[in-house]
């Protein structure tokens, strides 16, 4: 079953824009993840943030993590079209090598 | 580092035949994990072993469906027989901690 919700579905923007999209979920969690999915490939991890850590950075990623509310939040700043990929998020109720709960994810389109 | 490296890579066949998945994780890796990709279900895990021990395969859909992990190189997912339902992208994902990362997925179609 699903845990995590991401919104937007879908989002377009132009290039150098940024991007921001959501992630809801339901059960205490270790740890929080985003991956990302371009079109007919495998995911690939992007960042994790662990549940006592509010903010987490790299590179042009920001990813925000409030566990009161349940929800995190992935910015991608200055979009390259080359960003163009499905993202989603993925919970952990544990550390360590327990399975991921992923949400939809949501189709983000940049356009050059 | 090659990957987690996953056969075939697109698999058509017809409803009641025998499939048969693979996967190779990544060297020294401990866990590995069997998800199935469909547009109406997104992402969902159906098996994972540590150590080469099936520890939760509660998201098999039925009896059609069995993993095995022989050794720590090796992982097969079979389908028999296989339905049109099944029909979906089928991912192997590897770890040793807490990242895990993923195979470029079998699209299977049964006809």
């Known amino acids: 079953s699903q845990q995590g919700e991401e919104d937007p579905q879908a989002l377009s923007i132009q290039e150098g824009e940024n991007a921001t999209m959501n992630c809801s979920y339901k059960?205490?969690?270790?740890?929080l993840q985003w991956y990302r999915q371009n079109s007919g490939r495998g995911l690939v991890h992007l960042i994790l943030?662990?549940?006592?850590?509010r903010e987490k950075h790299s590179g042009r990623l920001r990813v925000t993590l409030d566990t009161s509310k349940k929800s995190s939040s992935l910015l991608i700043t200055a979009s390259r079209a080359a960003d163009t990929a499905s993202y989603f998020c993925?919970?952990?109720?544990?550390?360590?090598?327990?399975?991921?709960?992923f949400g939809k994810g949501t189709r983000l389109s940049v356009i050059a | 580092d090659a990957g987690v490296i996953q056969s075939p890579r697109h698999e058509v066949t017809e409803m009641g035949q025998e499939v048969t998945l693979r996967c190779k994780p990544i060297?020294?890796?401990?866990?590995l994990f069997w998800y199935r990709q469909t547009m109406m279900r997104g992402l969902e895990l159906l098996i994972y072993?540590?150590?080469?021990?099936?520890?939760?395969d509660s998201g098999m859909p039925e009896d059609r469906f069995s993993a095995k992990m022989p050794n720590a190189s090796f992982s097969t997912l079979k389908i028999q027989p296989s339905e049109p339902r099944d029909s979906a992208v089928y991912f192997c994902?590897?770890?040793?901690?807490?990242?895990?990362?993923f195979g470029p997925g079998t699209r299977l179609t049964v006809l």
């Open positions: 994902a590897s770890s040793t901690a807490d990242t895990q990362y």
């Open positions: 059960t205490s969690i270790n740890n």
């Open positions: 943030i662990r549940s006592n850590e």
């Open positions: 993925a919970t952990a109720p544990n550390s360590g090598n327990t399975p991921l709960v």
């Open positions: 060297s020294g890796h401990n866990s």
């Open positions: 072993f540590n150590n080469n021990v099936p520890i939760d």
